[in-house]
């Protein structure tokens, strides 16, 4: 920056006018990053102060803005986010959350939910088109790509969760429900032999994917583990003594926990418990109850990263287990 002080202002004043005349010839844009608190103190040989009440000067007129004070960028005009997601779940809160911390206040985030309805997912999504500058969507069905997702820009639509279609012309950040799910489950292992059976609790009408079933039962043939699928649990299904359950409904992970009290059993010593999906809760019922799946605060950071910066992300995110007092 070719810029010097004179003693007719003060320095935060001339610092700041600087900036604003940069913002005003378009030398720094929209939503250009500008140089840290640090680099201007050492370039321009002035306090870390100075700089900071430059930019407090500036961001109080809305003309600059910051990321969890940081990070600061040029403001002024909006972008906008189309945020179309399948079904709420604390989880996916986790998400939305993560990208309203992560992003400048510019970015205004539309968020919906096509609760796996077809029609509105259609008409969400013609109705958006050429009216954001990013889309980020969980797509409709499991086993297909959507056609009328060909009507945005490839360049700004980013895939995210699930979907056993080939995904390798589009952007996406996705969790893979099968070898993954095997892979989880060996690390568990040695815990996992200490039970005389493995049930997991999976309807058939449930969105989640419905090939995890075969990967969970090559699991258990591979290491002779005895196993079963449940479709359905009821509120007088028995929980059986020495019996593990992987579970994908949190509906289900409440059935297994009252009736296993009314039994007399207790978990982790009697039977385990394995949750699809963390959830807040899971942190403080029953001393704890395990979960398996993705790290959604880390889908959101990169969600926002290809939202502000244009960078291609193609990734599949590994599932972990979170280990506490259910098995």
Not at 44 to 62: G, M, N, P, Q, Y
Not at 224 to 246: C, H, M, Q, R, S
Not at 301 to 326: C, G, H, M, W, Y
């Given at each position: 920056?070719?810029?010097?002080?004179?003693?007719?202002?003060?320095?935060v004043q001339?610092?700041?006018?600087y900036?604003?005349k940069?913002?005003s010839?378009?030398?720094?844009?929209?939503?250009d990053?500008l140089?840290?608190?640090?680099?201007l103190?050492?370039?321009?040989h002035i306090?870390?102060?100075?700089v900071?009440k430059?930019?407090?000067?500036?961001?109080?007129?809305?003309?600059?803005d910051s990321?969890q004070?940081k990070?600061?960028?040029?403001s002024?005009?909006n972008?906008?986010?189309?945020?179309?997601l399948?079904?709420?779940?604390?989880?996916?809160e986790?998400l939305y959350?993560?990208?309203?911390?992560?992003l400048?206040?510019?970015y205004?985030?539309d968020?919906?939910f096509?609760q796996?309805?077809?029609y509105?997912f259609?008409?969400?999504?013609?109705?958006?088109v050429?009216?954001?500058s990013?889309?980020?969507?969980?797509n409709?069905?499991?086993?297909?790509?959507s056609?009328?997702?060909?009507?945005?820009d490839q360049k700004k639509?980013l895939l995210?969760?699930f979907?056993?279609f080939?995904?390798k012309?589009y952007?996406?950040?996705?969790?893979?429900?099968?070898?993954?799910l095997?892979?989880?489950?060996?690390?568990?292992?040695?815990?996992l032999?200490?039970?005389?059976?493995l049930?997991f609790?999976?309807?058939?009408y449930?969105?989640?994917?419905?090939?995890?079933?075969?990967?969970f039962s090559?699991?258990?043939i591979?290491?002779?583990f005895?196993?079963?699928i449940?479709?359905?649990?009821?509120?007088?299904?028995?929980?059986?003594?020495?019996g593990?359950?992987l579970?994908?409904?949190q509906?289900?992970?409440?059935?297994?926990v009252?009736?296993g009290?009314?039994?007399?059993?207790?978990?982790?010593s009697?039977?385990?418990?394995?949750?699809?999906?963390?959830?807040?809760?899971?942190e403080?019922?029953e001393?704890?109850?395990?979960?398996?799946g993705?790290?959604w605060?880390k889908?959101?950071?990169l969600?926002?990263?290809f939202?502000?910066t244009d960078l291609?992300?193609?990734i599949f995110l590994?599932?972990?287990?979170?280990?506490?007092?259910?098995f």
């Amino acid at each position: 920056m070719d810029f010097e002080f004179n003693n007719k202002n003060t320095k935060v004043q001339q610092l700041t006018d600087y900036i604003q005349k940069l913002i005003s010839t378009k030398e720094l844009k929209v939503g250009d990053k500008l140089p840290s608190i640090n680099h201007l103190s050492k370039e321009f040989h002035i306090s870390r102060d100075t700089v900071f009440k430059a930019f407090t000067d500036l961001k109080a007129r809305d003309i600059i803005d910051s990321v969890q004070g940081k990070n600061y960028y040029v403001s002024t005009h909006n972008k906008d986010v189309l945020l179309l997601l399948d079904e709420y779940t604390p989880f996916k809160e986790m998400l939305y959350n993560t990208l309203r911390v992560k992003l400048p206040s510019f970015y205004n985030i539309d968020l919906w939910f096509h609760q796996y309805n077809e029609y509105l997912f259609n008409q969400i999504i013609n109705d958006s088109v050429g009216r954001y500058s990013k889309y980020i969507v969980m797509n409709y069905h499991n086993e297909k790509f959507s056609k009328v997702l060909r009507k945005i820009d490839q360049k700004k639509l980013l895939l995210l969760d699930f979907g056993n279609f080939n995904k390798k012309d589009y952007f996406h950040v996705c969790q893979d429900f099968d070898t993954s799910l095997y892979d989880a489950l060996e690390t568990i292992k040695p815990e996992l032999e200490k039970y005389r059976k493995l049930f997991f609790v999976f309807n058939r009408y449930h969105k989640h994917p419905q090939s995890s079933k075969r990967y969970f039962s090559r699991f258990c043939i591979d290491n002779n583990f005895a196993f079963e699928i449940i479709d359905e649990l009821t509120d007088k299904t028995p929980v059986i003594k020495g019996g593990f359950y992987l579970v994908i409904k949190q509906t289900d992970i409440v059935k297994i926990v009252k009736q296993g009290r009314k039994e007399g059993l207790k978990i982790q010593s009697d039977y385990g418990l394995l949750a699809y999906n963390d959830n807040p809760f899971y942190e403080i019922i029953e001393n704890g109850i395990s979960s398996i799946g993705i790290d959604w605060q880390k889908m959101g950071e990169l969600v926002s990263s290809f939202i502000a910066t244009d960078l291609p992300v193609k990734i599949f995110l590994p599932t972990t287990i979170t280990k506490r007092n259910s098995f």
